[in-house]
């Protein structure tokens, strides 16, 4: 069974930078799609980042985009997400989620339907 594990997360100050890890267990990793997801307090979770299972198609929100990237190391079954610029409004609990429903698929999910498998988040704070 598919476990995730994220980290990397703190306080860091605007126009900072930071990278989360999400660190998968079993052998089955480099095969599906994973992505990056946040929910800040009182707000339902939004879509950041997805990569698809071989790292060649990535897609982020507009939000982020130029700002964080998203990548993967399949032999070390981690997947990535450096921030850059960091804003206030980056404030959330970032988590990790595998598309283990769709093997070998050419675009990654951007909707946490897509999404089976969470893990327990990360908080990042932002601040001015």
């Known amino acids: 069974q598919v476990q995730l594990v994220e980290s990397g997360g703190g306080s860091v100050q605007a126009g900072g930078s930071l990278r989360l890890s999400c660190a998968a267990s079993?052998?089955?990793?480099?095969?599906?799609?994973m992505g990056w997801f946040r929910q800040a307090p009182g707000k339902e979770r939004e879509f950041v980042a997805a990569?698809?299972?071989?790292?060649?198609?990535?897609v982020y929100s507009d939000s982020v985009k130029g700002r964080f990237t998203i990548s993967r190391d399949n032999a070390e079954n981690t997947m990535y997400l450096q921030m850059t610029s960091l804003k206030t409004e980056d404030t959330a609990v970032y988590f990790c989620?595998?598309?283990?429903?769709?093997?070998?698929?050419?675009?990654?999910?951007?909707?946490?339907?897509?999404?089976?498998?969470w893990g327990q988040g990360t908080q990042v704070t932002v601040s001015s």
């Open positions: 989620a595998a598309d283990l429903g769709r093997w070998y698929a050419d675009q990654p999910g951007a909707r946490p339907q897509n999404y089976g498998r």
């Open positions: 079993g052998r089955t990793f480099s095969r599906y799609a």
């Open positions: 990569i698809n299972w071989s790292g060649g198609s990535t």
